[in-house]
């Protein structure tokens, strides 16, 4: 385990449930931080995570985005197997390094798009067959994680990876707009996409909101599926035609699901991996377009800003 923060340390607890797996150490540059972490798991404490080679077999990357690529790096040449927190780097660049580095050294390399886990939104993808119009909203209050990247590659990236999912088609055009607020990155974004086959997204994400919403809408012909992924329930809308006096309306149904761990889902799958060498559900190269898309959204994002100054 490389990075003994809050994610860190929830990765650490969830590996150490995980049958066949051992958390055999963790590192952070605080030897204190690391300890507090390790400690209840009974790992070892490094400060160094050049050393991990030499004491597991894989690792998982929590550290600050700006770091990600370079830790990751070294784990892939020291032969390790590696699990990184998404944004999986800053710069595609980056990105494809790494994904090239993997393959080279014959390694598996896992990006953390945890709601690939999600059942609700596996049963949102299912249930959407040639969608036009798809609206998301993220929204959180702020809470100081994530705040070293912007909103969009820290949130909104998410619903991105959704909606490049539905629309089963290239990014062809880009709009957006959005600022910081409380850190020095985009703390609020709305982005507008239209993809190669037509459809449009709209999305909306904001780290210094209120209320949890956490909402995606599909629009499609003769179907409106709503995914709320708070209340991990997806809603299937048909319209009515009415008549005889009697207003068209919207019928369906709600589908609840239970709250999944989607952090353990990702341990599990992660181990599975490396202990069979079998590909994992977030391979790297799967969200390299998603992460294409959401670096185009921060590049017009404050191509609009600089225009406005």
């Known amino acids: 385990m490389i990075g003994a923060g809050y994610f860190g340390a929830l990765h650490a607890a969830k590996f150490s449930a995980v049958r066949g797996a051992e958390l055999a150490a963790v590192c952070d540059t605080h030897h204190e931080r690391a300890e507090a972490v390790a400690a209840p798991h009974g790992a070892i404490v490094v400060t160094d995570h050049r050393r991990l080679g030499d004491l597991a077999d894989a690792a998982v990357v929590a550290v600050p985005t700006r770091a990600h690529h370079a830790v990751a790096r070294d784990c892939l040449e020291a032969g390790l197997d590696v699990l990184v927190e998404k944004p999986m780097c800053e710069t595609l660049a980056e990105a494809d390094s790494l994904i090239r580095l993997a393959k080279r050294r014959k390694r598996i390399l896992q990006v953390g798009h945890l709601e690939r886990f999600s059942p609700v939104i596996d049963a949102l993808v299912?249930?959407?067959?040639?969608?036009?119009?798809?609206?998301?909203?993220?929204v959180s209050p702020f809470r100081g994680r994530g705040s070293d990247t912007t909103v969009i590659l820290d949130m909104m990236i998410h619903d991105l990876d959704h909606a490049m999912?539905?629309?089963?088609?290239?990014?062809?055009?880009?709009?957006?707009?959005?600022?910081?607020?409380?850190?020095?990155?985009?703390?609020?974004?709305?982005?507008?996409?239209?993809?190669?086959?037509?459809?449009?997204?709209?999305?909306?994400?904001?780290?210094?909101?209120?209320?949890?919403?956490?909402?995606?809408?599909?629009?499609?012909?003769?179907?409106?599926?709503?995914?709320?992924?708070?209340?991990?329930?997806?809603?299937?809308?048909?319209?009515?035609?009415?008549?005889?006096?009697?207003?068209?309306?919207?019928?369906?149904?709600?589908?609840?699901?239970?709250?999944?761990?989607?952090?353990?889902?990702?341990?599990?799958?992660?181990?599975?991996?490396?202990?069979?060498?079998?590909?994992?559900?977030?391979?790297?190269?799967?969200?390299?377009?998603?992460?294409?898309?959401?670096?185009?959204?921060?590049?017009?994002?404050?191509?609009?800003?600089?225009?406005?100054?």
């Open 126 to 138: 299912a249930n959407a067959k040639g969608a036009w119009y798809v609206e998301s909203q993220r």
């Open 165 to 309: 999912r539905v629309a089963g088609a290239p990014v062809a055009d880009v709009e957006a707009v959005g600022s910081p607020v409380l850190t020095e990155t985009e703390d609020l974004a709305s982005a507008r996409i239209r993809f190669a086959n037509g459809c449009v997204a709209q999305l909306t994400a904001s780290r210094i909101g209120g209320k949890i919403n956490r909402r995606l809408r599909v629009y499609q012909r003769g179907r409106y599926v709503i995914a709320d992924m708070a209340e991990h329930k997806l809603t299937v809308l048909h319209p009515t035609k009415g008549g005889n006096g009697v207003l068209p309306s919207l019928v369906g149904e709600d589908k609840h699901f239970p709250q999944s761990d989607l952090l353990l889902l990702q341990a599990k799958d992660f181990v599975e991996a490396v202990r069979h060498r079998t590909k994992p559900k977030v391979p790297a190269e799967s969200v390299r377009p998603v992460l294409a898309a959401a670096l185009e959204i921060t590049e017009k994002l404050r191509a609009w800003r600089a225009h406005w100054k």
